[in-house]
C-alpha cells in the first residue's frame, strides 16, 4: 500500500545512536546533590524504616558516605541535622557545637572537594516540630528572622559553602544575606526553598528526623498546592532578596511550577525529589509492581525536562551511575 506521508516522526527514533543525538534533555553528575542525616551519637548507622536504604548517620560515621558519593561523582551534599536535644527555641539549630556544625567540621576536613550545603530550618530542632517560634497563637514569622540568619551563619562559619533555607517564613533570604554580608561572607550562596508546599510527600522526612509538628500542621507557612500564581510570586520575592538558586519542592506532581519558574526568573532553578517520592518507588519496587532504576530515571528525566538545573534527590548516587552508563542523559 502506498501512503504519502511526509512526516513520520518514527525516523529519528530508529536505533540509539541516532535517538541519542536528537535527545532534548541533557543532564550531568555534577548537578546532583544527596541530602543526608546527621544525628548526635557515636558509632550510629541507622537505616530510616520508611526510607529503605538511606540513614542517619553519627558524626565519626558518615565519611564512608561522603567517600562513597565522590567515588560516584556526586559533587554536593545537603545535611540536615537530628540533635540529642529539642526545645522551644530550637537551639540546637544555631549552636556552634551543634550536630550539623559539627558535621560541616568534620566533612571539610575529611572531603575538602565535597561542596556542602546546610539546610537552614528550625523544625528538626524545636520541641513542637514547627519551623519557626510559637507566640502562643502560631508560629510568629518576624521573631523567626534572627534566628534563621543566626543558623545560616553558624553554619557557614562551621563550613557550609551555601545555605538552603527551608522554613517558608517572610523575608528570611533578606535576613540571611544581611546576617552574611555583614560577617563577610558576601560570596555565600542562598538557594532558596522558594516554592515549597505543605505537602504530604514529606512524611518518610519527617519520620527521619523526629520533626512532625507537635500539634497542627504547616499550612500557615508553607504553601497551598492548589496555587501556581502564587508559586510565581514566592519565587520573585525571593529572587528580590537576593536568593541565587530558586527551588521547588517536592519535584514530582510540580513539574508545571518547575517550568514556571524556570521561564519567568532568570535564576538556576532547583528540584527536590522529596522523601515520599524515594518511599514510594521503593514501595512499589519491592512488591515487584515497578522497576526502581527505571523509574528512578524516569523521575528525574521529567524533573529536568521541566527546567530543573539542580537536582536533590536520595537517589542522587543511583542516578549519577546511570549517567554515567549513558542509561540517562
Ligand atoms: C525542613 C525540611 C523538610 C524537608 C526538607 N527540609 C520537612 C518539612 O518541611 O516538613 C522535606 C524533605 C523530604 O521530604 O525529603 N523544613
Known amino acids: 500500500m502506498d501512503i504519502e506521508l511526509i512526516h513520520r516522526p518514527r525516523r529519528l527514533r530508529k536505533g540509539a545512536t541516532l535517538r541519542k543525538m536528537v535527545r532534548e534533555t541533557r543532564m550531568d553528575k555534577s548537578s546532583l546533590v544527596y541530602p543526608m542525616f ?11 524504616p520508611s526510607m529503605q536504604g ?13 567517600l562513597e558519593l565522590c567515588d560516584a561523582g556526586v559533587g554536593s551534599v545537603m545535611f540536615f541535622g537530628i540533635p540529642g536535644q529539642k526545645d522551644e527555641r530550637g537551639t540546637g539549630a544555631y549552636a556552634q557545637d551543634g550536630i550539623v556544625q559539627k558535621a560541616f567540621r568534620k566533612a571539610k576536613e575529611a572531603c ?21 517560634l510559637l507566640n502562643g497563637k502560631g508560629v510568629e514569622n518576624d521573631t523567626t528572622l534572627g534566628l534563621l540568619a543566626q543558623t545560616a551563619l553558624s553554619q557557614v562559619q562551621a563550613g557550609a559553602d551555601m545555605v538552603a533555607p ?6 528570611r533570604v533578606a535576613a540571611i544575606r544581611r546576617m552574611l554580608d555583614r560577617h563577610g561572607y558576601t560570596d555565600v550562596p542562598i538557594m532558596s526553598y522558594a516554592v515549597k508546599f505543605a505537602s504530604s510527600f514529606y512524611g518518610p522526612f519527617r519520620d527521619a528526623a523526629g520533626s512532625a509538628p507537635a500539634f497542627g500542621d504547616r499550612k500557615s507557612y508553607q504553601m497551598d498546592f492548589h496555587n501556581r500564581r502564587e508559586a510565581y510570586k514566592e519565587a520573585l520575592l525571593d529572587a528580590e532578596e537576593g536568593a541565587d538558586i530558586l527551588m521547588i519542592k517536592p519535584a514530582m506532581a510540580y ?35 515497578v522497576d526502581e532504576t527505571s523509574i ?13 538545573d539542580i537536582y536533590l534527590t536520595y537517589f542522587a548516587k543511583e542516578l549519577a551511575k546511570c549517567m554515567e552508563e549513558g542509561r540517562i542523559g
Open 38 to 48: 546527621i544525628k548526635e551519637g557515636s558509632n550510629l548507622k541507622e537505616e530510616i
Open 54 to 66: 538511606q540513614y542517619r548517620y553519627s558524626v565519626d560515621r558518615m565519611e564512608e558516605k561522603l
Open 112 to 132: 575538602p572537594d565535597l561542596y556542602l550545603i546546610g539546610d537552614v530550618c528550625m523544625c528538626e530542632y524545636t520541641s513542637h516540630g514547627h519551623c519557626g
Open 166 to 171: 527551608s522554613d517558608m517564613m517572610d523575608g
Open 255 to 289: 513539574g508545571d511550577l518547575i517550568r514556571e519558574v524556570k521561564d519567568g526568573t532568570c535564576l538556576p532553578i532547583a528540584a527536590y525529589s522529596v522523601s515520599g517520592e524515594y518511599a514510594m518507588v521503593k514501595a512499589a519496587a519491592n512488591a515487584g509492581f
Open 296 to 308: 528512578m530515571c524516569e523521575m528525574a528525566v521529567s524533573a529536568y525536562r521541566a527546567g530543573t
